[in-house]
């Protein structure tokens, strides 16, 4: 099962538009994978970015039943970047 998993801050704008591009694809059913978000400013989103080795935000990773196909950081990916992976 592939799942999306977004590491960011709330105050971070770089960080806001990553996880809204995602929920605007997911909405529009592009894809049905689930998107979690980690808010690197907790601890449950500290230990999850450590597991991950999260270095900065944001961060994006889509995973495949555990295993790592793409990652994006400091950057939301435009469309044709992370569509092939979630179809």
Do not use: N
Not at 8 to 14: A, E, L
Not at 23 to 47: H, Q, R, S
Not at 54 to 66: E, F, M, N, S
């Amino acid at each position: 099962m592939k799942q999306i998993f977004v590491f960011g801050k709330p105050d971070c704008p770089v960080c806001k538009d990553a996880r809204e591009k995602l929920l605007y694809f997911k909405e529009k059913k592009t894809f049905d994978a689930p998107i979690k978000y980690y808010d690197m400013e907790t601890v449950e989103g500290l230990t999850e970015g450590a597991y991950h080795e999260v270095d900065d935000i944001p961060t994006i990773i889509i995973l495949d039943d555990k295993k790592e196909l793409a990652r994006w950081v400091k950057k939301p990916p435009v469309s044709e970047e992370f569509l092939p992976y979630l179809t």
